[in-house]
Each structure stands twice: as C-alpha cells, then as structure tokens.
C-alpha cells in the first residue's frame, strides 16, 4: 500500500515537473516569438531595437506598474487586468506607430506623384525625376523613396522597388503603384500622365475618408463613452463601498458576472467598431 502511494506521489511530481517546464519554454518561445515580431514591426519604422531589451523594457513595465498599482490600493480582481495591459502595452503602441506612419504615407502620396508626373513631363528622366521628389519629401514617404533610390541603385526594377516598399508600408495604394509601374515597364505608354491620373485617384479617396470620418465622428466617440462609463463605474463602487463590492472577487457568482461584463464589453466594441468603419 505505502509503495503504491509512494509511486503515486512520483508520478504526479513527476507530471507536474513536466507541466511546468512545458509551460516555461512556451511561455519562452511566445516571448521570444513576440520579441522578435516587435523588433522587425520597429525595424520597418526605422527604429532599431534588439529583441531582447525589447522583453527587458516590457518586463520593467510590467513590475513598475504592478507595483504602483498595489501601493495605490487597486483592488486584488483588477491586478491581473493592469499586468495584461501593461504587458501588452508596447506591442499595442507598435501598432499605433505602423497605423500613424501608414496614414501620413497615405495623406503624403498623392502630392509626390503629382511632383513626378511634373518633373517627367519637363523632360527628366524616371529615376532622376524620382530622386528630386524623394528630396523634398518629408518623413516617412521621403525615407522610404530614399531606399527605393538604394534599391534602384543596386539594380533591383522599378516596380519591383515600390512592391517592396508597399511590403514594408503595408498601404494599399502602393499596389496601384506598383501595378502601374509594372504595366508601364511591360507596355510602355506616358508614364506622367498615369501618375497624374493616380495622384487625382487618391486624393479624391483620401477626401471621402476624411468626410466619413467627421459623419461617424460622433458614433465613434458614443461608443468610447458607453464602453468606458461601465468600468469608470466599477472603479467609483469599489472606492465607496469596497465591502460590499468585495463579492465580485470573493464568490463564485461574482466572478462569473465579471467575466458577463468583460465579454458584453468586448461584444459591444466590436459591434460599434464594425458599424463605424467603413472602408472605401
């Protein structure tokens, strides 16, 4: 009997050592997987920054806020919720700097190709066209025009230039681009004319999207009101009546409407997100 048990005992040891260092090198791997999708996410804003102090600087943010957190006595259900959103903070602020470089591509495009179909049709050519307008573009279309020219000088194609460089952006107007590029490399035809033609192409979206934006405006900002108000609530009842608030963490039924609310939450941002976006 006592041998049986004592085997017992080895075997769960055992499947909880393995557990944990299954759990251990995941979690790695994740990190490291996240790391190295940050730095390249970075790499394309021309910021460089290795991998691993971008872990160390999340890390140290993730313990500088837990613990101010706790020496402002925020209550115990909400650590868990400032940790991940701490945690998730850089990746989140990436993607708002790739989201705010794409539009200032966007807004800076159609003036450049209006400034080389200028150029082209007082008689220079496509690169030296291209070059005078990388010169007097500012950040981040004039950065990007200037590794095109790096690339144009090591003897990659036009077209094949700007498909890069429509990688790197992610915009898709740069595919317009590059697909008139390369018809133009294969078919010939007025190069200036087509790149006017584009330029008035997207400028006339870039108008439409911005009288979108102002009429879902205010949809948009009802939403960030309804969303908010729920939560800046639960704070308020916490600090008034912490005793009886206390249920939420404490039973069962409490934690399951903590987890009704975060997910009506999420379903009705989600909602209002997909009414207020349209897409042109």
Do not use: K
Not at 4 to 11: K, T
């Amino acid at each position: 009997m006592l041998s049986a048990s004592l085997l017992l005992a080895i075997a769960v040891a055992a499947a909880a050592l393995l557990l944990w260092r299954s759990s251990v090198s995941a979690g790695r791997w994740c990190a490291g997987a996240l790391g190295l999708r940050t730095e390249a996410d970075l790499a394309q804003l021309f910021v460089f920054i290795p991998a691993g102090r971008l872990l160390g600087l999340t890390a140290v943010v993730v313990v500088l806020t837990v613990g101010l957190s706790v020496l402002l006595g925020l209550p115990l259900p909400l650590l868990p919720v400032v940790s991940i959103a701490a945690l998730a903070a850089p990746r989140i602020l990436v993607l708002w700097l790739r989201q705010r470089r794409r539009r200032r591509l966007a807004q800076q495009l159609p003036d450049a190709l209006a400034l080389w179909s200028g150029l082209l049709r007082s008689g220079q050519g496509a690169t030296q066209s291209l070059s005078q307008v990388a010169a007097r573009q500012a950040s981040p279309l004039g950065d990007e025009l200037r590794m095109v020219l790096a690339q144009l000088r090591l003897g990659t194609g036009m077209d094949v230039a700007f498909q890069g460089l429509r990688e790197r952006a992610g915009l898709a107007d740069l595919r317009l681009l590059a697909t008139l590029l390369q018809a133009n490399r294969e078919l010939g035809g007025n190069l200036a004319e087509s790149l006017h033609r584009l330029a008035e192409l997207l400028r006339g979206r870039l108008l439409m999207e911005a009288r979108i934006q102002s009429l879902t405006a205010q949809g948009r900002m009802q939403g960030v009101v309804v969303g908010a108000l729920p939560l800046l609530l639960l704070l308020v009842l916490y600090a008034m009546e912490g005793d009886t608030m206390r249920v939420l963490h404490t039973t069962l039924q409490g934690w399951v409407a903590l987890a009704l609310i975060g997910v009506l939450e999420l379903i009705g941002f989600l909602l209002i997100r997909r009414i207020v976006r349209i897409d042109v």
